[in-house]
């Protein structure tokens, strides 16, 4: 499996000015080192996120992935690793020499479960993949564009990682371990996720 992020978080939907508040930093002058620090604010805000996304699977601000497989794990249903999911875009099999066929969106439907969505085909199974080709899945997954539409606890254990990773900056190993307070926050949202293809690994 191949998982792609095709857009990144916006800059503006970044909570830099609640990380700023929970560092006691000082704000309002507006000048090269204002500048600075605000680019790195956003830096470790961006490294949380993506910390705490990669432990739970869930996409706290909306984008695009592409995931591609080299095989359906089940044609009676493929799951997605990442959650909650907004929408398919598009479902493409190569057949491995080039050409692409689009799946008609009559010929499968999205179950947007909140823990594992899931793609079921509308009749018996999923096509079949030839034996070198591959299917790639298009999605817009997260919980919204704006910061707010974050679930409180992990919108806070955002807050909390980034603020670690701005006190341990001049110590990057430190940035290997969660502390215990976000390891606590993000536990119920933890999932596991075993993806689909031929020698396909579990993605967490």
Excluded: C
């Excluded at 984008?63 to 598009?90: I, T």
Aim: no cysteine.
């Amino acid at each position: 499996m191949m998982l792609i992020e095709e857009t990144a978080p916006a800059a503006e939907a970044l909570p830099v000015a609640a990380l700023r508040a929970h560092l006691r930093l000082a704000q309002g002058f507006e000048g090269p080192d204002d500048a600075a620090e605000t680019a790195a604010l956003a830096g470790f805000l961006r490294a949380a996120i993506a910390t705490i996304e990669g432990r739970t699977g869930k996409v706290l601000l909306k984008r695009r992935f592409r995931m591609q497989l080299d095989d359906w794990r089940d044609r009676l249903g493929q799951s997605l690793p990442l959650a909650p999911v907004h929408s398919v875009e598009r479902i493409e099999i190569d057949d491995g020499n080039g050409t692409l066929t689009q799946l008609p969106p009559e010929g499968w439907r999205l179950v947007p479960d909140g823990q594992r969505p899931v793609i079921l085909p509308t009749g018996v199974v999923l096509p079949s993949i030839p034996r070198r080709g591959t299917v790639t899945i298009t999605f817009l997954a997260g919980f919204g564009d704006a910061w707010s539409q974050v679930p409180a606890d992990l919108a806070q254990a955002v807050i909390l990682l980034a603020a670690r990773y701005y006190d341990d900056r001049s110590q990057d190993g430190l940035r290997h371990a969660l502390p215990f307070g976000v390891s606590a926050l993000i536990e119920r949202w933890r999932a596991v996720r075993t993806l689909a293809g031929r020698g396909s690994r579990e993605w967490r």
